[in-house]
């Protein structure tokens, strides 16, 4: 750290991190800070061995360049005129297990590589002549994942049974997707328009026939795309004989019906598809552009975007016809192939979209067309995701192209674009075995875990436009997009099936049951763009950007794929879902896989396993573990499995990162019966965090709660040892079990899940979207009606 001198001016600074962080002088205090707090050293970032860690640090006088922050177009501010004599740097571990060995230990901006496995610190010390300043950078120095990553299981026909998810797929089922349909089809929104009317309109130009110009924002193709992978996945539960999800089934056939050959008839003749290209675009002020528009020249204008939701819809779309109706399957090789064609190493063009999608949507295309036909054919959209991600520099943080990606480090800009690309980042580390992109994919999911993540599992401020702020800046009007809940929910996943390890799932089960669940309303006819922890307005039908309406059913629908994962020698049960869910090729044999629970209203869990064979492999339980960010501290402890038996015989398994591991040769009818600790937890944060300083939050199970104002005072606090109790209350909520306990002034507390919240208070609708006219500013934040973070003490 540096001496006091005479002006903050002249100070002369060293600073060890990139820049798109605070300097190490700050952060590096918090570290300490919050090693004291949680007994946790603070890691800055994570070097994947053999990897090295990409150092730009700076010296100089006065504070450091500022980096850009900001939303689209910000400059980084210029640095300061340097008012001494020009200092020498010199990097050097400060302390650590093993080696380390810089580049160029004499240069600001150079890498360190590392040899031993453990906590290292390394220094950045500047000198003058008069002066020495130093400042110091944590690097958790790691092993790389295993070799083989855990196989996705794909979604299949199955049969859902459990009460709380049979109410909210029926839900999804009965109104939100039939309502996603309708408005889509409508051709009179002004609000949000663009859906099913673009597709009609790009056909008739390609067929050179009088069109229509394009509607709605130039990623309106988006939420149509979404639609038809919500409408194949609920296609793919089975109703059960309920006559109202019948129907629902019957209206999501018919639109597929209608719908495709629309959408396919906008393809263009070398599988480009982007209706927005297409049509002659409008802008505010009326004015027309004819198109059609050139492909892969704007970054803002979403080609990846949409693309990849259509790759994306094509895989389940396939796999629910039983692979017999390839219509959308082959269309979507058809556009990857465009994009191959076209994008990659010279003489094609080098080029990235600014918002996102792609990248994942190609990897999970490529290994899909892979499994599908075999002979590595998909490998080369995989070698264009990578493509799209390298190209990324140069630009701002906003879409996340302020660095190559292999050298970011923190989570920042736009919150969807960047969980979509640490998505696909896992995604090209588990493929490549590439160090420097396991490294910023592991210090990526370190920084939004344990410095920018909230309790509900939801991400974003909201800080920056739609996106992260700075570190532990954590305020509860957050902005948590629901799209970023899904991206947040696809980017554990895949940390799940890298690292074969459980806490990983359970990140992803809190962000679904939290952050996700309750966008939409319990009836499924309304839904939040954005999810904050102090709710204060009620959901709305459609949004003037609906980017979410089809991301939230078909991620929430997608269960077979969050609930299992499998290897070549057995399976890992990672959610606990009353369901009937096939697994093909497990050991040898597929399998069926019966799970009977009321989880998480109750930790006991049936777990029928039905091989077509008897075969050995080995069955993982996860055992969740509530406290995996290091921000929030529940207590009482109720991690782990309270008890485990096999076909009526108790048994103590080995535990393998966050699992029960049961090796065995199973049969059909071979039962495993689980038990998980259900307890209230009183939750608390970190104290880096402000906006939770003296607050408390209420969790029973992976499920979060609110306090609501239609219930009680929710300004009242609630003392640190009052008693806390559970009561089901089939009443309420469609169902809940509620918390209970009195406020310290002696009045009765009840907490509702979170996912259940503002579902009884219709009275607030949401503010007007801009200022009032003659307004400078918009109307200040009207008090919220729905918390999680009560007042303590
Ligand atoms: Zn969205």
């Known amino acids: 750290m540096t001496k006091p001198k005479i002006s903050r001016r002249s100070m002369l600074k060293a600073v060890a991190l990139t820049p798109v962080m605070q300097p190490a002088i700050v952060s590096r205090a918090m570290a300490a800070d919050e090693a004291a707090l949680n007994g946790v050293a603070g890691i800055d970032r994570v070097a994947v061995l053999p990897g090295k860690t990409y150092l730009r640090g700076w010296a100089g006088y006065g504070d450091p360049p500022r980096p850009v922050r900001a939303g689209r177009g910000a400059q980084p501010v210029a640095p300061p005129v340097p008012t001494g004599p020009t200092p020498t740097v010199t990097w050097s571990k400060a302390s650590g297990p093993g080696a380390v060995a810089f580049d160029n230990p004499k240069s600001p901006i150079t890498t360190a590589t590392f040899t031993t496995p453990g906590a290292h610190v390394i220094k950045l010390t500047v000198e003058n002549g008069q002066a020495t300043a130093s400042s110091t950078l944590n690097v958790q120095v790691e092993t790389p994942p295993p070799a083989k990553q855990l196989d996705a299981v794909y979604t299949k026909n199955f049969k859902v049974a459990s009460p709380l998810w049979n109410a909210r797929t029926k839900a999804l089922m009965v109104n939100w997707i039939p309502h996603c349909i309708e408005y889509i089809n409508r051709t009179d929104l002004t609000q949000g328009p663009g859906g099913i009317d673009n597709f009609v309109e790009a056909g008739k130009a390609l067929r050179g026939e009088p069109h229509g110009n394009h509607k709605g924002y130039v990623f309106s193709n988006a939420w149509v795309h979404q639609t038809v992978e919500a409408m194949s996945i609920a296609l793919m539960i089975d109703p059960q004989g309920d006559a109202e999800t019948v129907k629902a089934h019957e ?348 989880y998480p209203w109750d930790g006991k869990v049936t777990i029928t396993v039905n091989p077509k064979v008897s075969k050995n492999f080995s069955l993982r339980i996860r055992a969740p573990q509530r406290n995996v960010s290091s921000l929030y501290h529940g207590t009482p402890d109720t991690s782990g499995i309270t008890s485990l038996a096999v076909n009526g015989t108790a048994v103590k398994p080995a535990m393998d990162r966050g699992y029960a591991v049961i090796a065995r040769a199973w049969k059909a009818g071979d039962k495993v019966e689980v038990v998980l600790p259900l307890k209230v937890q009183r939750v608390r944060a970190s104290g880096m965090i402000e906006a939770t300083r003296n607050k408390v939050a209420l969790r029973y199970g992976p499920l979060l709660y609110n306090i609501e104002q239609v219930d009680q005072d929710i300004t009242k606090s609630l003392n640190a040892d009052s008693p806390l109790t559970t009561e089901w209350r089939g009443d309420l909520l469609g169902g809940v079990m509620v918390i209970q306990g009195k406020f310290a002034d002696g009045s009765p507390m009840m907490a509702i899940p979170n996912f259940a919240r503002t579902n009884r208070d219709p009275a607030a609708p949401p503010p007007p979207a801009g200022p009032p006219p003659g307004a400078d500013t918009r109307p200040p934040r009207r008090p919220a009606t729905s918390i999680v973070w009560i007042k303590e003490g």
Not at 451 to 469: A, I, P, R, W
Not at 472 to 483: D, F, K, V
Request: proline share 4%; net charge negative; with cysteine.
């Open 251 to 598: 209206k999501m056939r018919a639109t597929l019906d209608d719908w495709i050959p629309k959408i396919l008839a906008a393809q263009e003749p070398d599988g480009y598809l982007q209706t927005a290209f297409t049509l002659p675009r409008v802008n505010g002020r009326g004015d027309v552009t004819p198109g059609p528009f050139k492909h892969w020249e704007r970054r803002g204008d979403h080609e990846g975007y949409t693309a990849g939701y259509f790759l994306e819809s094509a895989i389940n779309h396939y796999l629910m016809t039983g692979k017999k109706d390839a219509r959308l399957y082959n269309a979507a090789k058809k556009l990857a192939d465009c994009w191959y064609n076209n994008l990659g190493p010279a003489p094609k063009k080098a080029w990235y979209d600014g918002h996102q999608e792609m990248e994942q949507a190609l990897v999970r295309f490529g290994r899909f067309v892979n499994d599908m036909e075999g002979g590595g054919k998909g490998q080369k959209y995989v070698e264009l995701a990578k493509f799209l991600l390298d190209n990324r520099n140069a630009g701002s943080e906003y879409d996340q192209s302020h660095l190559p990606v292999t050298q970011q480090y923190e989570a920042v800009g736009h919150a969807v674009r960047a969980v979509y690309t640490y998505s696909g980042m896992a995604d090209v580390a588990v493929e490549t075995h590439d160090p420097d992109y396991q490294s910023a994919v592991k210090s990526l999911w370190d920084n939004i875990v344990n410095k920018k993540y909230y309790l509900t599992g939801g991400v974003g401020s909201g800080e920056t436009s739609e996106g992260f702020g700075p570190n532990y800046s954590l305020r509860n009007a957050a902005y948590c997009e629901s799209c970023s809940s899904c991206g947040e929910i696809f980017f554990q996943w895949k940390m799940n099936l890298a690292y074969h390890d459980a806490r990983y799932v359970d990140l992803y089960e809190e962000t679904m049951y939290n952050a996700l669940l309750g966008s939409t309303d319990l009836e499924g006819t309304n839904f939040y763009y954005t999810n904050p922890l102090d709710a204060n307005e009620a959901r709305t039908a459609w949004h003037v950007c609906p980017c979410c309406v089809g991301n939230i059913a078909r991620t929430l629908l997608m269960l077979p794929t969050w609930a299992y994962a499998k290897s070549a020698d057995g399976v890992y049960v990672n959610m606990f879902v009353g369901s009937t869910i096939n697994l093909e090729n497990v050991g040898g044999t597929d399998v069926q896989m019966v799970q009977a629970t009321n």
